[in-house]
């Protein structure tokens, strides 16, 4: 999600010293660790990377700020890691040898699980950091489980045991219990204060394994990640296999085919930092004057041109949008800066698509698809924050598969493309694979929950003292405010993770609303048979509220093809056309009332309704 430059374009691109420290071929392979840190979301990641970059020097006590590797206002303002950052540190352990540590930390939200996969894959070990008060939660696992599939060394961490709530011992059991790795070892520390920090150091460089690789080989790395920087062109950040990459070296990118001269190679510690080379098992970044971001393909392998190398690694399966929605600009005259501004955004994050859409109720905008709802909000406020947009977002929807009866199968995007319901043979929707961590209190209300939302519960098991859930539930029905709801039902404790399973049929139907007989395009929706008379109503009810009575009756209703299913009416307006009538006979007030009368019968035919864009906004969010 994503993609954004580790650094702020303003910041130059430094030589580094001719030290041997400096030049990659420093230490040999044995002397290098390549780690990522995984944690369920606020469990203390960026803190403890901030305290490793602290303690290796990597940064002066000026330079250090809290979340250094989280670069973008919108992580530090909500506190979390939207994207995987990359820091190069210098370590001498207590036996004298210096070791030189790459560590990677990533995102803890199930949104950008991608970013971790691949994250991951550049690494041998990672460390698992564990709240030593509220112990395994449902994304430790998710997290910790993609680091055991890629073979990685984990070394279990617990964090925040200075809080008078930690119970270290209770979460050494629990993580042996729950994952089933021995956290006898466990490293017990705070990363706030920097209490155990010497000792997570030594525990890298000594219970991690060092990256296999040839030197003499010819050149193989692996392209983990790529971001536009304004002022350097296309930055690409590589873990390298075999060989070495130098500048002035022509590169070649085995999927694509395409070839280019590396202008500059170097590290991020955290600042970019020139080297002379990259050997084998490092991780770092090369510019060689790539224009499109769309020519660095994430997991491309890359080699020389002359002397390449046989065969290519497998890569990683591309990210898939599960969760789309149109955004329009409020302005129609902000339509190209609109554009524009998605172009710029699209050039920074791979998993974010779009296409260009027209909606008779909002104008020209574009159907975006993104990876989660998280994923969603931060796109949107980045598009309104960083280039001053004013958007709307319709109501989310997923990827619908429909068998039609001519049996051809097609995907359907936007619930007002559905074609005539005859046609249709069968519609399946996403389910999905849901984990939820509770404490006991708020179990019963998160069941309920679930089976409000056509969930199908699976298994119900303790860990240690708290329940795990396992829900198959239709990704329909979590778009919308399921994460919300789960967190007020449960006063914030409750842990979520999912995993899209399967498609299954399912019997769904396009819901219109319709405001003065109109059908409004922005409000369609696909909702299975059992719920669309309750959302339905639910959405007549908020819209009466929103949209601002007129001179005429409105009628707001929610249909299924020609049935109404629930139905809500504005008042008119009444204006007091007798208020000049000073006495007199009462058929003069009676003609006028009548004539005011006509007169509306006439506006509600050709009347134009006012929608306010606010009722947009806030009748997508209505679905408590």
């Not at 979460?171 to 155990?196: H, N, P, W, Y």
Request: net charge negative; hydrophobic share 40%.
């Amino acid at each position: 999600m994503d993609d954004i430059a580790p650094i702020s374009p303003e910041a130059p691109v430094s030589k580094a010293p001719a030290s041997a420290a400096a030049t990659g071929d420093a230490h040999p392979i044995t002397n290098v660790r390549n780690f990522s840190i995984v944690a369920h979301i606020d469990h203390g990641k960026s803190t403890l990377a901030d305290r490793l970059i602290q303690s290796t020097g990597g940064a002066t006590a000026r330079e250090m700020k809290e979340q250094m590797l989280d670069s973008m206002d919108i992580e530090r303002e909500r506190g979390i890691t939207i994207k995987a950052q990359t820091v190069r540190l210098l370590y001498t352990a207590e036996d004298g040898i210096t070791y030189t540590l790459n560590l990677i930390d990533t995102p803890g939200h199930v949104d950008f699980a991608y970013e971790v996969n691949r994250s991951l894959a550049a690494c041998e070990g990672s460390l698992l950091v564990v709240d030593a008060s509220q112990g395994v939660e449902a994304q430790t696992l998710a997290n910790v489980y993609q680091a055991i599939e890629n073979d990685h060394e984990i070394i279990p961490v617990l964090n925040k045991v200075d809080l008078p709530a930690a119970e270290p011992e209770r979460i050494r059991t629990q993580i042996e219990e729950v994952i089933g790795i021995d956290a006898s070892e466990a490293l017990e520390i705070s990363a706030k204060t920097g209490v155990g920090i010497p000792a997570v150091l030594e525990a890298i460089v000594k219970r991690l394994p060092p990256p296999i690789g040839n030197p003499d080989a010819p050149l193989k790395a692996m392209l983990i990640d790529s971001w536009y920087d304004a002022y350097l062109g296309v930055v690409v950040l590589v873990r390298m296999i075999d060989g070495h990459l130098k500048k002035g070296q022509k590169i070649k990118m085995m999927q694509t085919g395409a070839a280019h001269p590396v202008d500059k190679v170097g590290v991020f510690t955290p600042k970019m930092l020139e080297v002379e080379s990259l050997g084998p098992g490092e991780i770092g970044f090369l510019i060689a004057g790539i224009k499109e971001v769309a020519d660095t393909a994430v997991g491309d392998t890359i080699t020389d041109e002359r002397k390449p190398t046989a065969n290519a690694m497998e890569g990683f399966r591309p990210a898939v949008p599960v969760v789309f929605c149109g955004l329009f600009p409020v302005d129609a005259n902000e339509f190209e800066d609109l554009r524009a501004a998605m172009g710029r955004l699209r050039l920074n994050d791979a998993s974010f698509s779009f296409e260009m859409e027209t909606s008779a109720a909002l104008g020209f905008g574009f159907r975006c698809g993104f990876l989660g709802l998280l994923h969603l909000e931060i796109i949107q406020e980045r598009l309104e924050r960083e280039f001053n947009l004013d958007l709307i977002a319709t109501a989310p929807s997923v990827v619908y598969k429909l068998s039609l009866q001519d049996g051809s199968e097609v995907e359907l995007h936007n619930p007002v493309d559905m074609p005539d319901p005859t046609y249709i043979d069968a519609i399946a929707e996403p389910w999905i694979k849901a984990t939820i961590m509770t404490p006991d209190e708020y179990l019963g209300a998160i069941l309920q929950l679930c089976q409000e939302r056509r969930g199908i519960q699976t298994e119900l098991s303790y860990v240690g003292n708290r329940p795990m859930v396992t829900y198959e539930l239709p990704l329909n029905e979590v778009v919308f405010d399921f994460y919300d709801r789960l967190k007020s039902i449960s006063k914030g404790y409750a842990s979520f993770d999912y995993a899209i399973s399967d498609y299954r049929e399912g019997d769904l139907v396009r819901m219109n609303i319709l405001v003065n007989a109109e059908p409004v395009d922005a409000l369609s929706m696909l909702v299975h048979r059992s719920q669309a008379e309750r959302r339905g109503r639910a959405m007549c009810e908020k819209l009466k509220e929103l949209i601002p009575q007129h001179m005429f009756v409105i009628p707001i209703q929610a249909a299924i093809g020609g049935r109404i299913i629930a139905r809500e009416t504005i008042r008119a307006l009444r204006k007091d056309v007798t208020a000049k009538c000073y006495g007199g006979d009462a058929s003069r007030k009676r003609k006028l009332l009548d004539k005011q009368k006509a007169g509306k019968k006439k506006m509600r035919q050709f009347g134009k309704v006012e929608i306010p864009q606010e009722a947009f906004i806030a009748a997508l969010k209505v679905d408590g």
